[in-house]
């Protein structure tokens, strides 16, 4: 015996469910501003366990940076 497959129905949003004054992408802008998300390798996250380590040697690689360039 076979499912039948679902039908458009099965689909479709509940009724309860009005979006009639939603605006699509109202927050993306500010979302977008807000989030910094950076993936570190495993390797590299045995190593800097929290942000504030990973802050903390960017600031020190960008202070060497300054200084070699100069």
Do not use: C, H, W
Not at 7 to 18: F, V
Not at 34 to 60: C, G, K, Q, W, Y
């Amino acid at each position: 015996m076979s499912q039948e497959p679902k039908t458009a129905i099965d689909d479709e949003m509940r009724l309860e469910y009005d979006f009639t004054g939603g605006v699509r992408g109202k927050y993306y802008e500010a979302y977008k501003q807000a989030t910094n998300i950076i993936v570190l390798e495993p390797d590299v996250a045995e190593v800097f366990r929290d942000s504030a380590a990973v802050n903390e040697a960017l600031r020190l690689l960008t202070k060497i940076a300054k200084s070699t360039i100069i």
